[in-house]
């Protein structure tokens, strides 16, 4: 069974940085994709990052492309998620979630992800 567990967010200011990092309970975690999906108040989830099992690919949409940066640490079995020049539109809960066990595709849309982390919150002031 896979767990995920969210940690590194917090309250920043405008233009500053965050990493958050996602700790994964999961055998063979290097064979699969994890992507970081976040969802502000009242509005759907989106997807902001992804990483393929051994961290040769990543995808980003338009909106964070630039500023996020996707890695992980297969050894410790952690995926992390740099985060700069943030702005107010990215406050949301982010969340840290993995496919089914062994898909190593990088899944852009939420729905597509089986497992989740209890998420973590971002607040990004102006």
């Known amino acids: 069974q896979v767990q995920l567990v969210e940690s590194g967010g917090g309250l920043v200011q405008a233009g500053g940085s965050l990493r958050l990092s996602c700790a994964a309970s999961?055998?063979?975690?290097?064979?699969?994709?994890v992507g970081w999906i976040r969802q502000a108040a009242g509005q759907a989830r989106e997807f902001v990052a992804g990483?393929?099992?051994?961290?040769?690919?990543?995808r980003y949409p338009d909106s964070v492309k630039g500023r996020f940066t996707i890695s992980r640490d297969n050894t410790k079995k952690t995926v992390y998620l740099q985060m700069n020049s943030l702005k107010p539109e990215d406050t949301a809960m982010y969340y840290c979630?993995?496919?089914?066990?062994?898909?190593?595709?990088?899944?852009?849309?939420?729905?597509?992800?089986?497992?989740w982390g209890q998420g973590t919150q971002v607040t990004v002031s102006s």
């Open positions: 979630a993995g496919p089914d066990s062994g898909v190593n595709i990088i899944y852009t849309t939420p729905l597509a992800y089986r497992y």
């Open positions: 999961a055998p063979n975690f290097s064979d699969y994709a």
């Open positions: 990483i393929s099992g051994s961290a040769g690919s990543t």
